[in-house]
Structure formats: C-alpha cells, structure tokens
C-alpha cells in the first residue's frame, strides 16, 4: 500500500510560481508511474501532468505545457509540480497519484491511478 502526501500549496499572485511536492511511503516508488491532477470547484478532477516510472517519458496537459515542469527524486521517494506563470485558472486542488502501470507512455486518465494523496489546495489571485 502506497501512501503519498502533497504539500507546497498556497495563494499566489498570477504570475507567480510554486513547487509542489508528493512524499511516496510503503511502495517501491521508482516502480510507480506518478501523476499530477487537478479539481476545480464544479468541474471534474483532470491530469496536469505525468511521468513514467522509468523517468523517461513525461506528460503535460495543454493548458500546462511550458509552464508547469514535473520531475521525481527516487532517492527521495518524491515527485515534483514546478509550476510558473500561474494564471487564476490554476486554481483547484491539486492532487498526487500512482499507477502500477509499467507502461512508456503516461496513462491521463483517474482510473488508471491506484494510489492517491489528500490534495493540496493552490490557489491564484488575479
């Protein structure tokens, strides 16, 4: 059983940045493919980002790509959301997961996500 627990939430200006971090415990954490979701208020939970298990393939949401960067510390069991030129539409509570799914090309979809932390709450003022 894996656990993952977010953090690096908090109210920014738009423009600005934040770095989000998911602590993996209980699991073998390089053997997990990790992702990145979002839900806004009303709307349902969508994937920002990915990256395979092997480090190799990384996957970004259009409304993403360019400012928001994933990446994963193995020796650190951590995978990490670097996120810039945040605009009010970034709003949402951001949440980490893991999928057992070896695959080379990052799954987008919930279902394919096993493990999954409490979320972070990022939030951005115009």
């Known amino acids: 059983q894996v656990q993952l627990v977010e953090s690096g939430g908090g109210l920014v200006q738009a423009g600005g940045s934040l770095r989000l971090s998911c602590a993996a415990s209980g699991g073998t954490f390089s053997s997990y493919t990790m992702g990145w979701f979002r839900q806004a208020p009303g709307k349902e939970r969508e994937v920002v980002a990915g990256?395979?298990?092997?480090?190799?393939?990384?996957y970004y949401a259009d409304s993403v790509k360019g400012r928001f960067t994933i990446s994963r510390d193995n020796a650190k069991n951590t995978v990490y959301l670097q996120m810039n030129s945040l605009k009010p539409e970034d709003t949402a509570v951001y949440y980490c997961a893991a999928s057992r799914d070896r695959t080379i090309v990052v799954p987008t979809t919930t279902r394919r996500y096993e493990y999954w932390g409490q979320g972070t709450q990022v939030t951005v003022s115009s």
């Open positions: 990256i395979t298990w092997s480090g190799r393939s990384t």
